[in-house]
């Protein structure tokens, strides 16, 4: 993963004894944070992690918008009464006076912030972290685009007003390039081959949803979904719209439950992987199908708040002036688990230490057939 691998993001991170502090924590000392997307599963690790390990920091501002039953103020005091937070309310119980809502939407032009707070962000933040977006599979390609695409190039246009901006990290995903088989995906921005990013930006400006909605897997071509190929036309409109502000793309592969902190086994959803592993394990589904002999590629999302820290520190002090660094956060060539393997894990692990009230006799068979 470049420069920067995790055991050293882990080691720069580590609680340093003596009441010395480490490289990371004393770099994010006094600084102000900008997260959107703070109210998602890697967001709000993120949050913690900061707030316990950075404790230092000034001020961290996070993009909400009000919900159909809760304002913004109100969504952010239900994140904090997560389980996450324990720790932090135990040995840092003043902890929220560091956190500060900005009502906005990525989906809307300038967010649709008011003219106090954007004035706020342009003066006063140094560190952005990018992770608001859409990651349903099935999205519409308009609001895929509005989200994945347009919103960050309106993040980007914000960052380049910042009067203290020293890194921006971009939370893209490890498959914007899956289409790509049988070889090594490296740590570059692949130009999409069917459409540009501006093509696909002029085509949202006249296109009807009818229209986009008959011709999308001609336009998406081989990636699998509207998800993975927005994403992959918002890491091409990054590279071409950035100027020279201090941005890094950060690739995760599938991210699941803490491994460590603050304690192991914090999940707060059930997309994805751990949606498959609670269905296997309470019985109520049998068998899944699929390559079983194919790379499950899983991450901690502890470890992966960790590095997206480290990342950010990094982008500020080693900038590369002429390159975008990129990171593909993966397991797969470093500790890898086949889907067969996570299989026979849920039948063992479900059935020595079985859930109350399952469906039935917890099984994790994987099938190609």
């Not at 055991?7 to 480490?22: F, H, I, K, M, V």
């Not at 230092?56 to 009000?66: E, H, P, T, V």
């Not at 660094?325 to 020595?352: A, H, M, V």
Request: charged share 20%; glycine share 6%.
């Amino acid at each position: 993963m470049g420069a920067l691998s995790n055991s050293n993001a882990e080691a720069l991170l580590t609680d340093c004894p003596d009441g010395t502090s480490s490289a990371i924590a004393d770099f994010y000392k006094n600084r102000s944070i900008l997260i959107t997307g703070a109210s998602g599963f890697i967001g709000k690790q993120l949050l913690e992690k900061l707030l316990r390990s950075c404790s230092n920091l000034k001020k961290i501002y996070i993009l909400l918008r009000d919900s159909r039953h809760a304002s913004a103020s109100e969504r952010l005091k239900h994140i904090l009464s997560s389980a996450l937070f324990c720790r932090l309310w135990s040995g840092f119980p003043d902890f929220e006076s560091k956190i500060q809502v900005i009502k906005g939407d990525v989906a809307l032009p300038d967010f649709g912030i008011s003219d106090e707070d954007k004035e706020t962000i342009l003066s006063e933040v140094s560190i952005v972290f990018h992770l608001a977006a859409t990651v349903s599979f099935n999205e519409p390609l308009r609001k895929a685009v509005n989200i994945n695409v347009i919103g960050l190039q309106r993040l980007l246009e914000m960052c380049k007003q910042m009067k203290k901006l020293e890194a921006c990290v971009h939370v893209s995903t490890a498959y914007t390039n899956c289409h790509i088989q049988d070889e090594t995906i490296m740590e570059k921005v692949y130009k999409p081959h069917m459409v540009s990013p501006k093509q696909i930006l002029e085509a949202m400006k006249w296109m009807n949803d009818d229209i986009l909605k008959d011709i999308t897997d001609r336009i998406i071509s081989s990636h699998p979904n509207t998800y993975a190929f927005t994403k992959a036309i918002a890491e091409q409109m990054l590279l071409d719209e950035r100027d020279q502000l201090p941005v890094a793309i950060f690739r995760p592969s599938i991210v699941t439950a803490s491994v460590r902190e603050p304690f192991p086994g914090w999940v707060d959803n059930m997309n994805g992987a751990t949606g498959i592993i609670s269905a296997m394990g309470c019985g109520f589904v049998k068998a899944m199908y699929g390559g079983k002999h194919k790379l499950s590629d899983l991450v901690p999302v502890d470890l992966t708040a960790n590095v997206l820290i480290a990342v950010a520190w990094h982008t500020a002090t080693h900038r590369a002036a002429d390159e975008v660094p990129i990171y593909n956060f993966t397991s797969g060539t470093l500790n890898p688990i086949t889907w067969k393997e996570i299989g026979e894990c849920i039948t063992d692990q479900f059935r020595r230490y079985p859930i109350e009230n399952p469906f039935w006799i917890p099984n994790g068979y994987v099938t190609s057939n």
